[in-house]
Every structure is written in structure tokens, then in C-alpha cells.
């Protein structure tokens, strides 16, 4: 039972530490298809993030969790901006138009930023 409990355990850990490993894994055989297919900017951006990546999880082994935690999270923030217009749309009438104008923009450029920070971590 002993020998089960530790067996257990490192199997668990180790594919704990293989999650930044099997994205760079991903990662390298999306760069083979974009050398192969001649895309030399895809193959770039994404011998770019391998570095990263590597580099990150070397100095950081929970690097990986972590940026699928901030992804989603951001995920998150995104959906309550949209709800956020929707509802400022319906009580469009309730409130003067320099309010609502000033209002909408501001949520916009909030969701704009939003949506150039998940597409910053993309590739990750």
C-alpha cells in the first residue's frame, strides 16, 4: 500500500512538472508544420514563445497553471464588460446621451485592451 501512496505521488508530480513540457512540445510541432508550409512568420512567433516559454518554466515550473489561470481569468473580466454593454445598451433611454456616449466608450476601451491581452498570450 505504501509502495502505491509514492507511486502515486510521483506520478502525480511529474505530471504536474510536464504541463510547461507538453506545451512546448505543441508549440514545436506547430513550428515544424509552419516551416514546413513555409509560414515564416508564424514559425518566428512561435520559436519565440518556445524560448519564452522554456525560459519561464525553467525559473518558474507552475509558470504554465499560472498563465491558463491569468487566460481565463481575463476570459472572465471580458464576458463581464460584454454584459456590462448589453445592459448599458438596454438603459440607453434612462440616461443622457453624453453619459451613455462617455459610458459605452469607456467600456469599450476597456475591452479592447482585454482582448489585446489574450491575444499577447496566444500563443502561450
Known sequence: MMKFVI???CALSFSFANECEEKILKLEKELEYAKKYDNEFKARDLENAIVTLKTKCKDNPNFYKELLQIKQDKLT???????ELDTLSDNQDSMPKAEYK???EKLKLQKDSLKQELKALELY
Do not use: G, R, S, V
Open 7 to 9: 507511486f502515486l505521488l
Open 77 to 83: 473580466k471580458l464576458e463581464a464588460l460584454e454584459k
Open 102 to 104: 462617455f459610458k459605452k
